[in-house]
C-alpha cells in the first residue's frame, strides 16, 4: 500500500514539473522544478481529495527548503495552481496555509499577481 501511495505522489510531482517545464514563464518554472521536488510529500494534504489532516513533518522540511532556496517558486507553484496540464487539483486553502501549519513564517502575498 505505501509503495503504491510513494508511486501515485512520485507520478503527480511529474506532472507538476512537466506542467512547470512548459508555461508562460519557463525560465522561473526551470529553475524551480529541482527545488519543488521538496514539496512531494506536501501533496497528500494539500491535494483537493487529500485526506491527511496536517502536513507531514516530511513536508514542512521540504517546504522550509523551498522555501529557504528561492521564494520565487513558491510564487511559480501558486501561480499554476489551476494549470490543467498540471493533472492534479489543489485544496487552494491547505496550500496557502500550508505557512501556518508548518510553523513557517512565510507569505504569499509578495507573489507578483501576473
Known sequence: MAARRSGAVVAALMAVLVGLAGADFAADRAECADKLMGLATCLTYVQLAATARSPTPDCCSGFRQV?????????VLVKDRDEPTLGIKFNVTRAMNLPSACNIPATFSDCPST
Open 67 to 75: 522555501l529557504g532556496a528561492s521564494k520565487k517558486c513558491l510564487c
